[in-house]
């Protein structure tokens, strides 16, 4: 009999089925400028750097300068295997750091990785710590990372 709840795309796991140093990759996602303009209607942010080519072109950039964030949320455990695994059990996304390395341009594409560093358990919950790296097509590092994640116990 089917249930919605029954419809998992990849077995369901808990918490204390995940180890450290467990990787996780999203599928290569190019930089388009359909995703700058989506990103400039969601953030309001406007600034000439990632929109304007003839300043672009005046400041040395050949190409569209991707937004950090834009970057950034290139990294998302929605995209990987990972959040479909943790199903309801996933809470929230609580905490993030990174570091934008080198430029990403229009045209570009990323590939995003995550590998657990860290499961610290409480009573309830738990908090998965992930590291983040993204490269470009070129197998250049772009953005490094930490991302933290709170997990309901099963």
Not at 34 to 55: I, K, M, T, V
Not at 85 to 110: A, M, R
Not at 127 to 151: E, P, W
Request: charged residues 20%; proline residues 3%.
């Amino acid at each position: 009999m089917f249930t919605p709840e029954s419809h998992q795309m990849v077995p369901l796991r808990s918490f204390s089925d995940f180890s450290i140093g467990e990787v996780f990759r999203a599928p290569a996602r190019t930089i388009t400028e359909g995703l700058f303009s989506a990103f400039q209607a969601a953030s309001g942010d406007n600034a000439p750097l990632h929109y304007d080519r003839e300043f672009l072109k005046r400041i040395g950039h050949e190409e569209l300068y991707a937004h950090g964030f834009l970057t950034l949320i290139q990294s998302s455990i929605g995209a990987t295997p990972l959040a479909h695994q943790l199903g309801e059990n996933l809470i929230g996304f609580v905490e993030q750091s990174s570091k934008f390395l080198k430029q990403v341009y229009c045209g570009d594409t990323l590939y995003a990785e995550f590998e657990i560093k860290k499961l610290l358990l409480s009573k309830t919950t738990g908090i998965m710590v992930l590291s983040t790296c993204t490269y470009n097509q070129r197998s250049i590092l772009v953005l490094t990372g930490t991302q933290k994640y709170l997990i309901k116990l099963s």
